[in-house]
C-alpha cells in the first residue's frame, strides 16, 4: 500500500492549489452506504468544491449520476490517494477498515481530516429527502445494492407472490430478476433508487442507511437483518426505533413485516445534519493557504503537525 508521507514540496515559484477530498469505502461486494453518506456531505460543502473518491469506478458514476454529486473519481483502493492528493489537501473519509497507523499518516499528511462516526456523524442524510414527498408506494423492498454470494436470491426462492415492488440493487446479478418477478409483482430499476426510497410509505430493507433515507422522507421504514454478512451501524435503528422484522424464509419475513406495519412504533425525528461550521472551517483553511508556496514552512499554521 502507498504510504502517505510527510515530505516537503520541491516545486518552486507556484501557488498551493489545496482541494477537498472525501473517500468513501465501496465495491460490488459492498453496499453504498458509504458512498451515500459521503455524496449527502458533498452535497452539502459545494461552496469547497469537493471531489467524491470511491473504492471502485462504478460507484463514482453512480454518485454523479444518480447522487448529484459533480466531480467524482474511482480510484480502485484507499492506499492510492496520495497519487492523487498534494501535501495539505484535506480530507473526509467514510471507511471502518482504516487502521490507527493509516489514520495517523493521513493526519500528517493533511491540512484537516476528518473521519466519519468520529468527526462527522454516521447519520448524515442528504437534504433532498428531507423535502415533503408525496406516498407512490404502499409497500416496497429493497435488500441492498449488492447480492454477490446470492444469499437474498435464494432467500426468495419457492416464495408466495407478494404485491409489492422490489427496488434492484446497484450490483445484483443480471440474471435475477425473472426469478425476482416469481415473488414480486414488480421489479425496479437501480436508477429509480431516490423515487422510491423517497415515496414509499413501508419500506422493507437491509440497509441501515436507507431506513434513515426513508425516516428522513417522513415515512415508516422496516429494517430486515442479512444472513450472509454482518450489517454495521445497527446502534442506528435503536437511535430513532426503528423496528426489526425477521424470518428464515421470505414468507416468514413478510408475516413479521405485515404484523409490525400494523402497529407501527413510534420513531424519533431525524434532523438534517447542521455542516455551516464544518464548512466555515474547509472555507477558512482554504483561504488561509491559497496564497502559500508550496516550498515554504508552513509549520507555523499547525504547530503540533
Not at 460507484?59 to 495539505?88: F, Q, W, Y
Request: net charge negative.
Amino acid at each position: 500500500m502507498h504510504k502517505f508521507k510527510r515530505e516537503k514540496f520541491t516545486k518552486k515559484d507556484e501557488e498551493l492549489e489545496m482541494k477537498l477530498y472525501l473517500y468513501a469505502k465501496s465495491s460490488h461486494r459492498d453496499t453504498l452506504d458509504n458512498t451515500r453518506r459521503c455524496a449527502a456531505l458533498s452535497n452539502m460543502l459545494k461552496k469547497c468544491e469537493p471531489i467524491l473518491c470511491t473504492g471502485d469506478y462504478r460507484a463514482a458514476i453512480i454518485a454523479r449520476e444518480s447522487m448529484d454529486v459533480k466531480n467524482t473519481m474511482g480510484i480502485d483502493a484507499m492506499g492510492n490517494l496520495p497519487h492523487t492528493m498534494e501535501r495539505l489537501d484535506m480530507l473526509v473519509y467514510d471507511n471502518e477498515d482504516v487502521t490507527q497507523e493509516m489514520h495517523t499518516q493521513m493526519d500528517d499528511f493533511c491540512t484537516r481530516l476528518y473521519k466519519f462516526g468520529k468527526d462527522i456523524p454516521l447519520d448524515v442524510v442528504d437534504e433532498r429527502y428531507f423535502n415533503k414527498h408525496n406516498e407512490l408506494y404502499e409497500k416496497a423492498i429493497f435488500f441492498s445494492d449488492e447480492d454477490y454470494k446470492k444469499w437474498f436470491f435464494d432467500f426468495c426462492e419457492n416464495s408466495k407472490k407478494y404485491e409489492m415492488a422490489l427496488l434492484n440493487g446497484n450490483y445484483f446479478f443480471l440474471d435475477t430478476q425473472k426469478q425476482f418477478l416469481k415473488s414480486f409483482n414488480e421489479v425496479i430499476d437501480e436508477e429509480e433508487y431516490f423515487e422510491v426510497i423517497s415515496q414509499t410509505k413501508h419500506l422493507l430493507s437491509g440497509s441501515v442507511h436507507t431506513c434513515l433515507e426513508s425516516l428522513a422522507s417522513g415515512h415508516k421504514p422496516v429494517f430486515f437483518k442479512r444472513g450472509d454478512k454482518e450489517v454495521l451501524h445497527l446502534e442506528l435503528l435503536d437511535k430513532y426505533n426503528i423496528p426489526t422484522a425477521s424470518g428464515d424464509t421470505l414468507d416468514a419475513l413478510m408475516l413479521s413485516y405485515e404484523n409490525i406495519i400494523k402497529n407501527y412504533p413510534k420513531t424519533n425525528p431525524i434532523e438534517c445534519f447542521d455542516y455551516k461550521e464544518l464548512e466555515e472551517e474547509i472555507l477558512k483553511t482554504l483561504k488561509e493557504f491559497a496564497h502559500i508556496s508550496p516550498a515554504l514552512d508552513y509549520s507555523h499554521y499547525y504547530p503540533d503537525r
